[in-house]
């Protein structure tokens, strides 16, 4: 299905920050100004943007991130959540959906994009692995139905390990700002009763 369905969560009548999940180690929520510190030092790093940017963000482009992230919440009642570790509140990175509108031929359409970035020091601890799980649950709850799609580079072995993990098959091939990427589709688990 290429449709996106409304979510049930709605910013007319519930807060985006009414959105959390919970997982057995992390907590996910939606961004806020206080992790602005935390999603600069991640998108700043050159081993976190290698895949994804092929180059550190600046203070302005990691500022300009967290407002989209906060304005996908506001107008769509989705984005991106932050994710930190239950016990002490450590930041882990950021998972979520998006509606980017990218330039990319084929087009996701108004398909959702799930997308997800770790911290160095957060990684090879199945972390990402229970983010995802724990995103997945939220959109099968709210789109019914619905199809996700996510763009990798096909050097990240690591992401392309996640997202086959999680169900995403590998559905074409395209460049996006003049680099390769695997586009990869999954079809979301109908809800019953």
């Known amino acids: 299905m290429n449709s996106l369905h409304q979510p049930a969560v709605s910013t007319a009548t519930t807060s985006p920050s009414a959105v959390i999940l919970q997982t057995e180690r992390l907590i996910l929520r939606p961004p806020g100004l206080e992790d602005f510190d935390d999603s600069f030092a991640l998108w700043s790093d050159p081993r976190v943007t290698r895949y994804i940017l092929g180059k550190p963000s600046s203070q302005e482009d990691a500022w300009a991130r967290l407002q989209r992230s906060c304005g996908h919440w506001a107008l769509l009642g989705f984005g991106l959540w932050v994710v930190r570790e ?11 959906f998006m509606h980017v509108k990218r330039d990319l031929v084929p087009s996701f359409g108004v398909t959702p994009e799930i997308g997800w970035v770790l911290s160095p020091s957060a990684q090879g601890k199945g972390y990402a692995s229970e983010a995802v799980q724990a995103a997945l649950r939220w959109s099968d709850q709210h789109w019914p139905g619905a199809e996700t799609a996510c763009i990798i580079s096909p050097e990240n072995a690591a992401s392309i390990r996640i997202a086959v993990k999680h169900g995403y098959v590998e559905s074409g091939h395209t460049t996006y700002k003049a680099g390769p990427i695997v586009i990869y589709r999954r079809a979301a688990v109908e809800r019953i009763g």
């Open 86 to 96: 239950k016990a002490g509140g450590r930041f882990v990175g950021e998972i979520g």
